[in-house]
Nanobody, 123 residues
């Protein structure tokens, strides 16, 4: 499966953005999806994940209540709605796919990756 993320940009603190990740290739509904992010000089970290049917979502605690992951299997797209953005949310955001979703927060458990989209939050 090929993944293409978009929707990043520059936003002021307290603002919102919605990221999208479009999938092509194999059946999108067969994959669990996740968003990761990598800030400057930091390791890539798990943001949120969603099971292939959408009936389970997982979040890193610091994003819970501010970020919402969702998917539209008819459109082969997964979304990340981000609200109340903070400067520390500045990072490149990646979407990722796995054929067996367990809510894993480890990079190694996701076989497919998009190219990343930059999110910059100004103070």
């Amino acid at each position: 499966v090929q993944l293409q993320a978009c929707g990043g940009g520059l936003v002021e603190a307290g603002g919102s953005l919605r990221l999208s990740c479009a999938a092509s290739g194999r059946t999108f509904s067969s994959y669990g999806m996740a968003w990761f992010r990598q800030g400057p000089g930091k390791e890539r970290e798990f943001v949120a994940g969603i099971r292939l049917s959408g009936d389970r979502t997982d979040y890193t605690d610091s994003m819970k209540g501010r970020f919402t992951i969702s998917r539209d299997n008819a459109k082969n797209t997964v979304y990340l709605q981000m609200t109340s953005l903070k400067p520390e949310d500045t990072a490149v955001y990646f979407c990722a796919a796995t054929s067996y979703y367990t809510g894993s927060r480890y990079v190694k458990n996701y076989a497919y990756w998009g190219q990343g989209t930059q999110v910059t939050v100004s103070s």
